[in-house]
């Protein structure tokens, strides 16, 4: 019985180090890309992995023609209120569903869960022509507009919110807390796994997102990295060389947060049950 246990741990193992290794593929296919000439980049030869000689020259490159400082900032801003904005409203709505009684409540909890299975993007128009009509094109507002509330999010601190013992609240009640005070210093702060979670999830989410972001802000000073990745291809022809560059360079921000929060990264997806 304790060699059969053996057994199973080791291939375990050796399976989710195949899967990990399969998962580091095209990162480093990526790292290898940005360093070869634009003739090894399209080679069919799959035996041609390691460049003959490393291209320094396709960083000075992109850095020289695509201005990251600008890509940076504007990348940051919209994370940054985009997290603001869906923890705000996200603990506001998912205490009032998880805790609190008043009429519509179902109905309000039931447009929440319909706003999560229908995909994101039949929302692009109706938003885009609010954006048009307030004339907030290429702004940073235009950006982050679409992540102002959050459907998951709301369901996330509504699960939070719900597996709380009633007892606390029961308990201000009696030291003479109302709603706000009960829910400002007594149940917010027991959520803030989730919270961490919810912005870890907002981050990722808002780095990746690359449709609305090309069609609000066409202006090149409110290019975000990822709309200025997407309008390096060409129709033709791309230098995929200098556009693995420019990816790895776009990929600096997300990959020094994750190291310097990784304990809350993980603590955050375990506390969720979600997956990126």
Known sequence: ???????????????LIL?????????????????????ESTQVNPFVIFPKEWQWENFTTVINNMN?????????????????????????AGYALGRLNFKGKGLAFGLVLFQMMV??????????????????????????????????????LR???MGLPKDLEEAARLDGCNIGQTFLFIMA????????????FTAVFAFKDLMWPMIINTDKNMLVLSSALAKMQGQYASKYPELMAASLIACLPMIIIYLLFQKQFIEGIATSGGKL
Not at 79 to 86: L, N, P, S, T, Y
């Open 1 to 15: 019985m304790e060699t059969r246990k053996k057994i199973m741990s080791v291939v375990i193992h050796v399976v």
């Open 189 to 200: 702060p027991l959520t803030r796994s989730s919270m961490v979670a919810l912005g870890i």
């Open 159 to 161: 699960q939070a919110y």
């Open 119 to 156: 995909p994101a993007q039949i929302f692009i128009i109706p938003q885009y022509l609010m954006i048009t009509k307030l004339n907030l094109a290429n702004t940073i507002f235009a950006l982050v507009f679409p992540g102002l509330v959050t459907a998951f999010g709301t369901f996330l």
């Open 68 to 92: 990251f400082f600008m890509l940076y900032k504007n990348t940051l801003l919209m994370i940054f209120f985009r997290i603001v904005a869906a923890v705000l409203t996200a603990t506001l």
């Open 19 to 39: 899967v990990s290794i399969t998962m580091l593929v095209p990162f480093a296919w990526m790292i290898l890309t940005a360093f070869k000439t634009v003739s």
